[in-house]
């Protein structure tokens, strides 16, 4: 079965910069949309960034564009999300989430378009 697991939240301070990674098993990598999410308390979850593994594609939200970089390993079926110059509204649970649906990443944005989620991972920012 498919499995995504993410690692490397904490806390850091505003200014700072973290590294979050997730580890997918159980279908083919390169053919689903990968993406993080990030749900902030009394928020709605919310779209960080998309990546579709087989051409390197990639999306931002505007709120991360130039401080957040997707990225990943194929050899490692792994994701990961670059955090630089992080602020204290970047404090949220994180999630990794794929969508398999078979469009690429079309609809990249929207929760409501990925089938697996992880577990997430909590990222804190001070000021």
């Known amino acids: 079965q498919v499995q995504l697991v993410e690692s490397g939240g904490g806390s850091e301070q505003a200014g700072g910069s973290l590294r979050l990674s997730c580890a997918a098993s159980?279908?083919?990598?390169?053919?689903?949309?990968m993406g993080w999410f990030r749900q902030a308390p009394g928020k709605e979850r919310e779209v960080v960034a998309a990546?579709?593994?087989?051409?390197?594609?990639?999306n931002y939200a505007d709120s991360v564009k130039g401080r957040f970089t997707i990225s990943q390993d194929n050899a490692k079926n792994t994701l990961y999300l670059q955090m630089n110059s992080l602020k204290p509204e970047d404090t949220a649970m994180y999630y990794c989430?794929?969508?398999?649906?078979?469009?690429?990443?079309?609809?990249?944005?929207?929760?409501?378009?990925?089938?697996?989620w992880g577990q997430g991972t909590q990222v804190t920012v001070s000021s």
């Open positions: 989430a794929a969508d398999g649906r078979g469009f690429g990443c079309l609809g990249w944005f929207s929760p409501a378009n990925y089938e697996y």
């Open positions: 990546l579709y593994p087989a051409s390197g594609s990639t």
């Open positions: 159980g279908y083919t990598y390169s053919t689903y949309c």
